[in-house]
């Protein structure tokens, strides 16, 4: 009797896990590595990026400067994946995303020195980071497209998402904790100075991938308008990400300072972080055991609706039961978009001629577009919303939150059923120019 009952115990594990994955379905050596790495870099970002904002709010307590910070790290960010996106052609993608890391490292490192001295220099800051955050993330986005394939790309990306969150977990909890048990802000140096040792085992780690020689070394991006005039799905799907960015551009700074104003205390605001990314990560989890490509529709509306509702609810009032509600709806929603939207694009990469060699410029334009809507968000918020107290404030975000609705608007079912008419009239396009 024991024997049965063990087995059916055993056999109900497995019936909850699942039938095991397909080969095709699993995931390679680099993509594992590759995984590693972001991990490792997410634990370091988890740390200083969600305090960086709040850093900066502690010296000046002006969201004007705040918002400006964040503009000048988003306008640059394109030109920096244009020149990433150079280096990844010209040389390898590796070499962009190395770079990437060590300027990153770099970053932090003269924060852990210019100390209080930020706010007074916090231009020449964004500067440098927008530069090296768009080093990074070209080479991120276009290693994510190189290690996965169509067959287990939707499941890596989800796995990224729970690998990403779930470095985010210890991250914040742990900020916070310094934070709070440090005189004045001599814990934010703490943190600084951890997240740099990060960085730089990240970049020590990225050495596992290897490069990739390749004959393809143009770089096509200024044929990349006549790519867009040609392939309109792929160009509704460039608008898709600006309408992601309006909503994106406050939300990459804004629960921080909304968490704090709320609680009034780091440590909690680091706590509150780590419930709200294992959110993400149990979403992530089931994204990637469930989600299939052909429903990227109903996943973006699903996503859409709890966000909104979430932050109507901040229109009745900005306290703390609010501000967690829309948190919770916003980290459980918003990574269903992301990873569909993502997902979708990657598709369509393979629909553009040149079979796969647009893929960098793919990277950049899609990088563009994301930072326009991003750049415009946070501009009308400083325009709108001057200080915390401003009726605007929840008002912009609820607007930016009711405009993803578009986004069912710009995207479809099954990307990869191009018309066969549209692609012949890319190629010769490509040819002619």
């Not at 010209?90 to 060590?102: A, S, W």
């Not at 393809?216 to 460039?238: C, D, E, N, P, T």
Request: some cysteine; charged content about 15%; glycine content about 6%.
């Amino acid at each position: 009797m024991r024997i049965r009952s063990g087995m059916n115990i055993w056999s109900r594990i497995r019936m909850l896990r699942g039938a095991p994955l397909p080969e095709s379905q699993r995931l390679g050596k680099d993509a594992v590595t590759a995984l590693v790495i972001h991990c490792c870099f997410q634990f370091g970002a988890s740390m200083s990026g969600l305090f960086l904002n709040l850093y900066l709010w502690r010296l000046t307590e002006d969201l004007t400067i705040n918002g400006l910070y964040n503009i000048i790290v988003f306008v640059l960010t394109p030109p920096a994946f244009a020149i990433g996106g150079w280096i990844a052609k010209r040389k390898d993608r590796m070499v962009t995303y190395r770079l990437g890391i060590f300027l990153i490292a770099l970053f932090y490192f003269m924060v852990v020195i210019a100390q209080e001295q930020v706010a007074q220099y916090y231009i020449w800051f964004a500067i440098f980071n927008g530069i090296s955050a768009g080093l990074y993330w070209t080479g991120y986005l276009v290693i994510q497209y190189d290690v996965s394939t169509e067959a287990n790309r939707i499941r890596f990306l989800a796995i990224n998402m729970v690998v990403f969150n779930t470095a985010g977990l210890a991250g914040p909890a742990l900020a916070g904790f310094i934070i709070q048990r440090s005189e004045g802000l001599q814990g934010y140096i703490i943190i600084f100075t951890c997240a740099f040792i990060m960085f730089l085992i990240a970049a020590i780690v990225s050495f596992k991938i290897p490069m990739v020689q390749s004959h393809h070394k143009a770089y096509y991006l200024k044929f990349m308008g006549i790519v867009m005039s040609r392939h309109k799905r792929w160009l509704k799907a460039l608008y898709s990400f600006l309408v992601l960015g309006l909503f994106q551009g406050i939300m990459l700074f804004l629960p921080s300072i909304l968490l704090f104003r709320t609680v009034g205390r780091e440590d909690w605001v680091g706590y509150l972080g780590v419930f709200f990314s294992s959110l993400t990560v149990a979403t992530g989890y089931v994204i990637s055991r469930r989600a299939q490509k052909e429903h990227v529709r109903k996943y973006v509306l699903m996503s859409t609706t709890g966000i909104a509702i979430g932050a109507a609810l901040l229109l009745i009032q900005v306290e703390l039961w609010s501000v967690a509600v829309y948190m919770i709806l916003f980290s459980i929603c918003n990574p269903l978009a992301v990873n569909t939207l993502t997902s979708y694009y990657y598709r369509l990469i393979g629909t553009l001629p040149l079979k796969g060699q647009l893929r960098v410029e793919s990277v950049v334009m899609r990088e563009l577009f994301l930072n326009i809507g991003r750049v415009l968000s946070i501009v009308l918020l400083i325009a709108l919303a001057r200080d915390m107290e401003s009726f605007w404030l929840p008002v912009v975000l609820f607007a930016m939150a009711l405009l993803q609705y578009v986004l069912v608007l710009l995207i479809r079912e099954n990307p990869e059923e191009a018309d066969v008419q549209e692609q012949r009239c890319v190629e010769k396009a490509a040819i002619k120019s």
